[in-house]
T-cell receptor, first 113, second 114 residues
Framework: DQQVKQNSPSLSVQEGRISILNCDYT??????FLWYKKYPAEGPTFLIS?????DKNEDGRFTVFLNKSAKHLSLHIVPSQPGDSAVYFC????????????FGTGTRLTIIP | DAGVIQSPRHEVTEMGQEVTLRCKPI?????LFWYRQTMMRGLELLIY????????DSGMPEDRFSAKMPNASFSTLKIQPSEPRDSAVYFC????????????FGSGTRLTVV
């Protein structure tokens, strides 16, 4: 039972354009969401998060949008840069991040120069 | 801060052998997590500890897997006997309770069982 789903295993985007990565969840108890970025041979690193009391959180080129009614969140990267090529994992937690994280299967983003 | 340290980085073993993966969390972190990454399931939680006590081991696939945390600075994940389907990347992560930034992950151990 995959409670956090990333339905696109891969995505290719031209450098300078917007990258949009999507994530859906099924557990209505989730109230804190995070995105992690992973390079080959390294562990995932925290990128950005959002609490369910917000619908948008922005940090530089990265913005996360949350649609609670649709149980959907997305990560926007603009403009996309070659260094953004990585695997992106969506994660969710209950109790505002104080419970364990449940991860999706990841989306491999490739930025084309 | 050296981060979360995992060893070995790579492990190749024969089916039926015992495998032990090691993790040193960040000093002062209350929680330690073991995850396994596979193509089909992504990052799946195996077990986690709070203040060295196992809290949730529901993700441990079967009795062949066991994990211990004898003190705040060390944890092991053991597979005995190992099987080819155990081949994956195993990550250890730690966090402080007050942190809103999720976990800090180690670099992982790539396990190959032949």
């Amino acid at each position: 039972d995959q409670q956090v789903k990333q339905n696109s295993p891969s995505l290719s985007v031209q450098e300078g354009r917007i990258s949009i990565l999507n994530c859906d969840y099924t557990n209505s108890m989730f109230d804190y969401f995070l995105w992690y970025k992973k390079y080959p041979a390294e562990g995932p690193t925290f990128l950005i998060s959002i609490s369910s009391i917000k619908d948008k959180n922005e940090d530089g080129r990265f913005t996360v949008f949350l649609n609670k009614s649709a149980k959907h969140l997305s990560l926007h990267i603009v403009p996309s840069q070659p260094g953004d090529s990585a695997v992106y994992f969506c994660a969710a937690s209950a109790n505002f991040g104080n419970e364990k994280l449940t991860f999706g299967t990841g989306t491999r983003l490739t930025i084309i120069p | 801060d050296a981060g979360v340290i995992q060893s070995p980085r790579h492990e190749v073993t024969e089916m039926g052998q015992e495998v032990t993966l090691r993790c040193k969390p960040i000093s002062g972190h209350d929680y330690l997590f073991w995850y396994r990454q596979t193509m089909m399931r992504g990052l799946e939680l195996l077990i986690y500890f709070n203040n060295n006590v196992p809290i949730d081991d529901s993700g441990m696939p079967e009795d062949r897997f066991s994990a211990k945390m004898p003190n705040a600075s060390f944890s092991t994940l053991k597979i005995q006997p190992s099987e080819p389907r155990d081949s994956a990347v195993y990550f250890c992560a730690s966090r402080r309770r007050e942190s809103n930034y999720g976990y800090t992950f180690g670099s992982g151990t790539r396990l190959t069982v032949v």
